[in-house]
């Protein structure tokens, strides 16, 4: 019964399935290549602007970050920050090798202020304009109880656990999982460079113009409207990251779209 199912006018569908999810995850590489190449042209394009000298519009700001109102504790260092990412990751092992398999992962940001020597601007970040470097990672192995902060954090989330189940055969400690804990931040004091439009009617703490996502965090923004980057290093580091992302994706794109074209040109051949 599944073979007709899976055939059409004699047709076997199962293969072509297979290739379409490579063309699906081509495609899909390729559009996120695209976006991070056409924001990193957007930024190259922009010069900085002294904060004082900030009003609306298409602007771009780098200095230092400061706290504005509020400030996050990062959920595995404990450290004070602005905004950060998480990831979790399970080390798993199947009939392909081994792999970091992520279990979860998020963003979290409160707006903050960017200082130069003239004046002080606000940030409202979007999880979709953040990009930060890793600050923290530890290993937990399998047989190892997770550092307290991390095992409050993971009591704190119900889809997590870190197994950490053993029994021993012959000596041999068995079962239970590897795990990998990752924190990107932005903290107060360090280099911080915020592009996006300038609302001199938006003010966080008080400070105003702020810069902010006139997409409103939209995932396609990158692809169709202004560019919003939030990052803790500089200009050039900034516009560097887009592009080493958006030549890495179109690389791997073009390697997943050469897969069904070479499998279909041999069939035809």
């Given amino acids: 019964m599944l073979e007709g199912i899976l055939q059409l006018d004699g047709i076997d569908l199962l293969p072509l399935l ?17 976006a991070n190449l056409r924001t990193y042209a957007q930024l190259k394009s ?20 400061a706290a504005a109102m509020q400030t996050l504790e990062a959920p595995f260092s404990g450290e004070e920050c602005v905004a950060y990412e998480f990831e979790v990751e399970r080390y798993r092992y199947d009939d ?15 707006p903050f202020h960017i200082q130069d020597e003239t004046g002080t601007v606000g940030v409202k970040p979007t999880e979709s304009g953040l990009s930060v ?16 902060r991390i095992q409050a954090f993971l009591d704190g989330e119900d889809h997590l656990d870190h197994d950490t189940a053993t029994f021993d055969v012959a000596g041999i400690s068995i079962g239970g999982d590897k795990h990998r804990f990752t924190e990107r931040r ?13 609302e001199p ?22 692809l169709v409207g202004d560019p919003f980057v939030v990052a803790d290093t500089g200009e050039d580091e900034a516009e560097w990251r887009h592009l080493k992302l958006g030549v ?11 897969i069904p074209v070479y499998v279909l040109s041999q069939a035809l051949a």
């Avoid at 922009?46 to 970050?65: I, Q, Y």
């Fill in 133 to 148: 470097e890793r600050n923290y990672r530890t290993v937990v192995e399998s047989d190892e109880r997770p550092p307290e």
């Fill in 18 to 34: 297979f290739l379409s999810v490579f063309v699906l995850v081509a495609l899909g590489l390729v559009t996120y290549g695209v």
């Fill in 201 to 222: 009617t938006t003010a966080v703490d008080g400070e105003s113009p702020t810069v902010v996502d006139a997409n409103r965090g939209g995932r396609l923004s990158s």
């Fill in 46 to 65: 922009m010069t900085p602007t002294d904060a004082h000298a900030v009003g609306s519009g298409l602007v771009e700001v780098e200095g230092e970050a």
């Fill in 186 to 198: 932005l903290d107060p004091g360090e280099s911080a460079y915020a592009a996006g439009r300038a």
């Fill in 248 to 258: 890495g994706m179109m690389l791997f794109g073009a390697l997943f779209g050469a």
């Fill in 96 to 110: 392909d090798g081994s792999n970091w398999d992520t279990k979860a992962s998020g963003t979290r940001s409160v």
